[in-house]
């Protein structure tokens, strides 16, 4: 079994950057791909971007395709998404989850952003 | 994009009712549907893959149908535990992209 540990919360000031981290533990023989979802409050799931962790490709959602960026450490199996630029309707819970069939996801990182 | 159509948005249903949630997809993904059930505070779980595919641990009262544009998530027998939001989800292909969700609440 897989788990994965996120980054704790986050406050940050509008223009800012924030750097989510999701930390695989457990059976890490397998490596999956990774996708990112976030959910503001009192709203819906909204896809991020995916990144394969073996070839580090990755495929941008276009609404963040200037904003965003996905990066992985191999040998700490540690996945990360990088938003730049921020707002406040940036503020949501940020989720990391493994290639749909797994399954699994992320305990979820909540990303403030106010000045 | 895939547009991904959930209905009923909210429904309020008894323990042991049937509850059926319904989910269209804009044009055919095959059957590369998933559902997600998401309680308040919490991060969404796994029910279904693959349209009809039980995530291991899930209970049998969860069932999923479908296949192309239309699919369907039964809840035979609801349980108190079973309140929440319910999300569908494609990923047929990029962007991947979530229904609207369906919030059950046990009368």
């Known amino acids: 079994q897989v788990q994965l540990v996120q980054s704790g919360a986050e406050v940050k000031k509008p223009g800012a950057s924030v750097k989510v981290s999701c930390r695989a533990s457990?059976?890490?023989?397998?490596?999956?791909?990774i996708n990112w979802v976030r959910q503001a409050t009192g709203q819906g799931l909204e896809w991020m971007g995916w990144?394969?962790?073996?070839?580090?490709?990755?495929v941008y959602a276009q609404r963040f395709q200037d904003r965003v960026t996905m990066t992985r450490n191999t040998s700490t199996s540690t996945a990360y998404l990088e938003l730049s630029s921020l707002r406040s309707d940036d503020t949501a819970v940020y989720y990391c989850?493994?290639?749909?069939?797994?399954?699994?996801w992320g305990q979820g990182t909540l990303v403030t952003v106010s000045s | 994009d895939i547009q991904m159509t959930q209905s009923p948005s909210s429904l309020s249903a008894s323990v042991g009712d049937r509850v059926t949630i319904t989910c269209r997809a804009s044009q055919g993904i095959s059957n590369w549907l998933a559902w997600y059930q998401q309680k308040p505070e919490q991060a969404p779980k796994s029910l279904i893959y693959g349209a009809s595919s039980l995530q291991s641990g899930v209970p049998s009262r969860f069932s999923g149908s479908g296949s192309g544009t239309d699919f369907t998530l039964t809840i035979s027998g609801l349980q108190p535990e079973d309140f929440g939001t319910y999300y569908c989800?494609?990923?047929?292909?990029?962007?991947?992209?979530f229904g609207g969700g369906t919030k059950v609440e046990i009368k």
């Open positions: 989850t493994l290639s749909t069939s797994t399954g699994h």
């Open positions: 457990g059976d890490t023989s397998t490596s999956y791909d």
């Open positions: 990144m394969n962790p073996n070839s580090g490709k990755t």
């Open positions: 989800q494609q990923y047929d292909s990029y962007p991947l992209t």
